[in-house]
């Protein structure tokens, strides 16, 4: 059985600017939450989830066999730092992260090679998010 959406979840995705249709990138899903929610908010759109524990990955995919039967969840084992499009994969509208170490500052090296993964993973007009209790912060990404 799916976890529930928790308050905290459902407010950051509340804040996210989701249009159907778009495709989104999640990073450090954990257990799938979120991805799903958004893929339920985007209609035709998709979503890639994508986390470094192959223990959140299981989870996830356990988890969201619906989303994933209909074409429009995939979930992917990888680090942020090392994420890269595969090939013939289209880039993403917006990427988001909640609680990603990668992301908040305390390992600079590591959130610089994040950062040029996800300049390269989306669209020229993308846009990245990222939890900050706010419930978002919106990090730009100069290209």
């Not at 893929?39 to 989830?49: E, S």
């Not at 990668?102 to 959130?111: C, K, N, S």
């Amino acid at each position: 059985m799916a976890p529930r959406i928790s308050n905290r979840i459902a407010c950051f995705v509340d804040a996210l600017p989701l249009v159907p249709g778009h495709r989104v990138l999640e990073i450090g899903c954990g257990p799938g939450v979120a991805a799903r929610e958004v893929c339920r908010r985007i209609g035709n759109g998709f979503v890639l989830a994508i986390d470094r524990s192959a223990r959140a990955i299981d989870s996830a995919v356990a988890g969201s066999k619906p989303e994933i039967a209909s074409g429009r969840l995939r979930f992917r084992q990888v680090a942020v730092e090392d994420f890269e499009l595969l090939a013939g994969e289209e880039r993403f509208d917006i990427a988001f992260a909640m609680r990603v170490g990668a992301l908040d500052g305390r390992q600079p090296e590591i959130g610089q090679r994040a950062l040029e993964r996800l300049r390269a993973a989306l669209k020229p007009a993308g846009r990245l998010f990222i939890d900050t209790g706010h419930p978002v912060r919106e990090i730009r990404l100069d290209r």
